[in-house]
C-alpha cells in the first residue's frame, strides 16, 4: 500500500507537468497545401471563384483559425469574433497594405487604404465632426436623398409602366448625384457626372481583367486605364476648388473635413476619390440588395411601411423631412442591418498585430509581432452560431436582445475600431431614408422570373444577376 501511494506521489507532478504544458502548448497554425511558393494559395483561389469563397472551404477543413498564402504574401484567418477580441484587433490600426497593393494604382498611395495608422488617424479625426449624426441632420442630405430616390422612382414608372423594370440602370445616376452633394456640397452638371460615373465603371471593370488575368501585363502601363483616371481626378480637381472658392456654405461637408486633413495634393485627391466612389458604388449595390428583399417578402415590405405610415405624417415632403423623423424607425432600421448582413458589405477586413507589443496567443495558436490577419465579414456575417438560419433574410436578428447576445465582433459592414468606416453615418442615412421613401410611395413586386438572388464578390459585392421589380403606387 506504501508503495502505490510513493508511487502515486512520484507520479503526479509528472502527470500535472505533462497536461499544464500540453494546455500551454502552441500549435502549428493548419491551413491550405502550397504547391508553388511564388503563388501561394492563389491558384486555389480562382479554382474557388473568389477570395471569400476560398475562405468559406478553409474554414470548413481547418476550423476558425488557419493560414494561408497569396503569392509570396502568409496571412492568418481569424474568423470567429471572440477570437479577434481576444487578439485585441479592435483596438489595432494598421492594416495589411500588401492585401491592397492591387487596387494602389487606382486609389493611390497615398490614401487612407495605404498610410499607417497614426496618419490615418489623424486624417480621420477631421470626419468625426462632419460625419456625425448631429451634422447629417444640420445639412441638406435627408431632402438630397429624398430627391435623388424620387428621381430613380420617376425614372422607373415612366419607362417601366406596369411591367417590371432593372433596378440598376436607374440607380447608379441619381444615386451618384445624392453623394455628390452630400460630400461636396455642390452639384455638377448632369454631363460631367455621366463621364464621371462612366470613367469609374471602365476603370474598375479593367482593373477587374488585370486582376483576373484576363490581360496580362500591368494596369499602369494601359493607355486606357491612365485616360479614365484622368477624367476622374480632373472632376475630382475642380470640386475641390470650388470648394475652397466658396465664401458663402450651406453647411460643413466632408470636402470641409478633406481640406483641412492634409495639404498635400495628390492625397486630397486620392481620398476624395474614396470617399465618393465608395460612398455611392457601395450604396448603389445595398439599394438593390435592399429593394430585392423588400420586394421579394410583402410581408418584411407591409411591415416597414405600417411603421412609416404610424410614425411620419402624409404631408411630410422632402422639404420638411427631418432625420428625426425617421430616426424613430426601428424596424426599418433592423432592415438595413440585415440588407448588409446578408450582402456581406465590408468583403475583407484586414490588421496587422503591431511592433513592440508582444506576440498573441489566440485559440492556441502564437500570432508574432508583424504578423497580417484577415478577418472575413462574410464568414462572421454567415456564421450560424452568431445568426441562426444565416441564408434567411430575417431583420429580428438585430432586434436588441439579439444584439445582446452577440460580440461587437460579429458585425462589421462598416470595419471596426480605429479603421471603422468614416462615412458610416452617411451610408445609413443614405439607405434608411431612400429605402423609407420607396416603400412610403410605392408597393413593390419581384419578378418572379428573377428566383434568388446571390452575392457575387469583385471590388465590392454586387447581386449576381439583374433584379427586375414593379413598382405601383400606393
Known amino acids: 500500500m506504501l508503495c502505490f501511494v510513493a508511487a502515486i506521489a512520484l507520479l503526479l507532478p509528472l502527470l500535472l507537468f505533462y497536461f499544464l504544458d500540453r494546455s500551454r502548448k502552441v500549435h502549428v497554425i493548419p491551413g491550405p497545401p502550397i504547391s508553388d511558393p511564388q503563388s501561394g494559395n492563389t491558384p486555389q483561389v480562382g479554382e474557388a471563384g473568389s477570395l471569400p469563397l476560398f475562405l468559406q472551404k ?9 493560414q494561408i498564402s497569396l503569392n509570396t504574401n502568409k496571412f492568418v484567418v481569424i474568423c470567429d469574433p471572440d477570437l479577434l477580441k481576444a487578439a485585441g484587433m479592435d483596438g ?31 486624417r480621420r479625426s477631421h470626419y468625426h465632426k462632419v460625419f456625425s449624426y448631429r451634422s447629417i441632420e444640420q445639412s441638406t442630405f435627408v431632402k438630397d436623398t429624398i430627391i435623388g430616390f424620387d428621381e430613380m422612382l420617376t425614372e422607373m414608372v415612366e419607362v417601366g409602366g406596369n411591367d417590371f423594370v432593372e433596378i440598376e440602370k436607374f440607380a447608379y445616376k441619381p444615386l451618384f448625384k445624392v453623394s455628390v452633394e452630400g460630400i461636396f456640397g455642390s452639384i455638377r452638371d448632369p454631363n460631367e457626372m455621366f463621364e464621371f460615373d462612366k470613367g469609374y465603371h471602365n476603370t474598375m471593370d479593367l482593373w477587374m481583367d488585370y486582376i483576373s488575368g484576363k490581360r496580362t501585363g500591368s494596369i499602369i ?24 472658392n466658396t465664401s458663402v456654405k450651406d453647411s460643413e461637408r466632408a470636402v470641409d473635413s478633406l481640406l483641412k486633413s492634409t495639404n498635400d495634393p495628390e492625397a486630397l485627391i486620392n481620398d476624395a476619390f474614396m470617399l465618393l466612389t465608395g460612398s455611392y458604388h457601395n450604396t448603389v449595390n445595398a439599394v438593390q440588395f435592399g429593394l430585392y ?24 415632403t422632402a422639404e420638411t423631412a427631418t432625420l ?54 462574410p464568414l462572421l456575417h454567415h456564421d450560424a452560431r452568431l445568426f441562426p438560419q444565416p441564408e434567411i433574410f430575417n431583420p429580428d436578428n438585430f432586434t436588441p436582445e439579439a444584439v445582446k447576445c452577440r460580440s461587437k465582433l460579429s458585425y462589421v459592414p462598416f470595419g471596426f475600431g480605429k479603421r471603422l468606416c468614416p462615412a458610416k453615418n452617411l451610408a445609413l442615412v443614405e439607405l434608411l431614408v431612400g429605402l423609407g421613401w420607396v416603400v412610403r410611395g410605392f408597393r413593390m413586386e419581384l419578378d418572379p422570373n428573377v428566383g434568388h438572388v446571390g452575392v457575387k464578390y469583385g471590388s465590392s459585392t454586387y447581386p449576381d444577376k439583374q433584379i427586375r421589380i414593379r413598382f405601383i403606387p400606393r
Not at 486606357?224 to 470650388?242: D, R, Y
Open 324 to 377: 428625426a423623423q425617421w430616426s424613430k424607425l426601428e424596424y426599418l432600421k433592423r432592415v438595413v442591418d440585415e440588407v448588409l448582413r446578408v450582402m456581406n458589405a465590408g468583403v475583407l477586413l484586414t490588421r496587422v498585430i503591431p511592433p513592440g507589443k508582444g506576440d498573441r496567443v489566440v485559440g492556441g495558436y502564437s500570432l508574432p509581432e508583424g504578423t497580417s490577419i484577415i478577418i472575413p465579414t
Open 293 to 316: 428583399y423588400l420586394a421579394r417578402d410583402p410581408d418584411i415590405q407591409d411591415r416597414v411601411y405600417r411603421e412609416i405610415f404610424d410614425n411620419i405624417s402624409p404631408t411630410v
Open 92 to 122: 489595432i490600426g494598421n492594416r495589411a497594405a500588401e492585401m491592397y497593393e492591387p487596387m494602389r494604382p487606382v486609389m493611390g498611395g497615398s490614401s487612407l487604404h495605404f498610410v499607417e495608422a497614426e496618419e490615418a488617424l489623424r
Open 58 to 66: 478553409c474554414q470548413e477543413s481547418y476550423g476558425d483559425v488557419f
Open 221 to 244: 502601363d494601359d493607355p486606357k486605364f491612365h485616360k479614365n483616371m484622368t477624367i476622374l481626378h480632373g472632376m475630382l480637381k475642380k470640386l475641390l476648388t470650388e470648394r475652397q
